[in-house]
């Protein structure tokens, strides 16, 4: 057999063992550490006395400043999630109850309860 005439369209590249996970951080949304979070940037920011913003410098400090508030409130309530191609986020400690009781009894009504609370949150 000689070359082929044929040209290559579409390739299937597996890159599932490539891929890693992400991670960053994360406040959840309503928790008593975003409140926490939000009341530190209340009391934060306005303690930075600005003066009269008239040089460079005086921005550059003022801006550092606000930026310095926010990523020690930021790094003090926020926690580290790890992203992968199977991170919902809708998915809590709820959720994970309901499974575990469903891993622990197979019963049909526990799976059948798992399913309404998911479907509920989705």
Request: with cysteine; aromatic share 8%; proline share 3%.
């Amino acid at each position: 057999m000689g070359p082929t005439d044929h040209i290559l369209l579409t390739t299937t590249a597996i890159l599932d063992s490539v891929i890693e996970a992400v991670t960053r951080r994360s406040i959840t949304r309503g928790s008593d550490a975003e409140k926490t979070f939000i009341n530190n940037l209340r009391k934060g920011v306005p303690a930075i006395v600005p003066g009269t913003l008239n040089t460079a410098a005086v921005i550059d400090q003022v801006a550092q400043a606000l930026a310095d508030v926010f990523s020690s409130a930021w790094d003090k309530h926020s926690h580290e999630v790890c992203i992968t191609k199977h991170s919902q986020p809708w998915w809590d400690d709820e959720y994970d109850r309901s499974l575990s009781q469903y891993k622990l009894k197979k019963s049909h009504k526990n799976w059948l309860l798992f399913r309404r609370a998911v479907k509920a949150a989705k």
